[in-house]
């Protein structure tokens, strides 16, 4: 059996960059043999500039080694043909970044990693990398809910473009990035300058035992929430912290921007183990009320009986979960991390503090 062949998933709202990063992807003596599926709905394409095509044809072989095809139907449709292409031995490839349109949600297109069997035997779905224009970023957050999903669904995030504005125009754009997703790296990319090793290879749908969320989130998290994360108790003004000591940003933050983001994430940690049983009935009801609205969730768990740690992660209403590693230095101890639109993070934080054993 082949080896499976990794998938990245490239997003980002019009204007954002994805053009620039995609030619110099196809362009660069970077030793690698891409494919790069276009999804052709979009203002912004490639091919007028660098693809010179006649209808019949949507292949078209870089100098570099990389193919670049564009598609106007089925995704499925497009990785089976290539994968058939490469195993005719017409085509070499050993990974594919798939560029949806400005407008798209990412969501439907990971899923279908997992939902289609012919696709999940020779593909991998390694990460999801959404591309924010720091000019106008905001107000496309502000506007499309689309943005925001697409910023929920990352696996890292690079803002593009932070030439045009101020450093604090920048830092402001990235706390707000970071309260939508904490589990994105978040760095800066002008002019496609993104190094390569940054954008593959992530594998950011892997179940591993590692939950990496940015520490200054769970600063801010700890915060404005107070500590005890199983009872979700908000923190008032008067609750003794300094504002203006090293949290000034993080409140006057919270005072521009939380009202209008839908997405946004939640932490749940506790050090008390899960019953085994309350644990899956209440994470699967809670999956198939809001499935629709949980973009990505993530957690390593400590469980009741189990001497190893439990490791789930989902899309939507598909959630994996496996045995990991054992409990080697740590206390053991849950932490979850939850993206979405208008989830009711009280009642979940709630729910899950009743799983306990």
Known sequence: MSKLIPVTILTGFLGSGKTTLLK????????????VIENEFGEENIDNEILVQDGREQIVQMSNGCICCTIRGDLVQALSDLIARRDAGELDFDRVVIETTGVANPGPVAQTFFMDDEIATRYLL????????????????????????????????FITKSDLVTPDDVAALRHRLLHMNPRAPIATANFGEAPIESIFDLRGFNLNAKLELDPEFLSIDEHEHGHDHA?????????????????????DHHHHHHHTDRIASFVFRSDKPFHYARLEEFLSGILSVYGEKLLRYKGVLYMEGVDRKVVFQGVHQLMGSDIAGKWEDETPGTRMVFIGVDLPRDAILKGLANCLA
């Not at 110099?24 to 494919?35: F, S």
């Not at 390694?126 to 910023?151: C, F, P, S, W």
């Open 24 to 35: 110099r992807i196809l362009n660069e003596q970077h030793g690698m043999k891409i494919a």
């Open 126 to 157: 390694d990460a999801v990398i959404t591309l924010v224009d720091a000019k106008h970023g905001n107000m496309q957050l502000d506007k499309q809910e689309e943005a925001q999903r697409q910023v929920g669904f990352a696996d890292a995030i």
């Open 231 to 251: 009872h979700g108790d908000h923190c008032a003004d008067d609750c003794g912290h300094d504002h203006d000591h090293g949290h000034g940003h993080a409140h």
